[in-house]
Nanobody, 124 residues
């Protein structure tokens, strides 16, 4: 089992940047694929990005490609989401998630463990 906590959300102007972190408990972080999801008010939770256990493969939703970068540091039990060129439509609660499932990893149902979420607000 793994417990996840997100950090780094906040308020930023359009065009700005934020880096989210997801800290995981336990000794088995490196065996999990990890993902970032987001949920805006009144909308379904949606996939943002995923990274396999080694960091060797990643995937992104089209709307963030070229602007967001997912990465992980296994010795530190931490995953990151670097968000650049932020837009008001990126405003949402961002969640990190962990799974032992195999590719594809772009849907909510593929993940077993979730953090509590961190708010990201982008003003225009």
């Amino acid at each position: 089992q793994v417990q996840l906590v997100e950090f780094g959300g906040g308020l930023v102007q359009a065009g700005g940047s934020l880096r989210l972190s997801c800290a995981a408990s336990g000794r088995t972080f490196s065996t999990y694929a990890m993902g970032w999801f987001r949920q805006a008010p009144g909308k379904e939770r949606e996939f943002v990005a995923t990274i396999i256990w080694s960091g060797g493969s990643t995937a992104y939703v089209d709307s963030v490609k070229g602007r967001f970068t997912i990465s992980r540091d296994n010795p530190k039990n931490t995953m990151y989401l670097q968000m650049n060129s932020l837009k008001p439509e990126d405003t949402a609660v961002y969640y990190c998630a962990a799974t032992k499932a195999r590719w594809p990893l772009d849907s909510v149902g593929r993940y077993d463990y979730w953090g509590q979420g961190t708010q990201v607000t982008v003003s225009s």
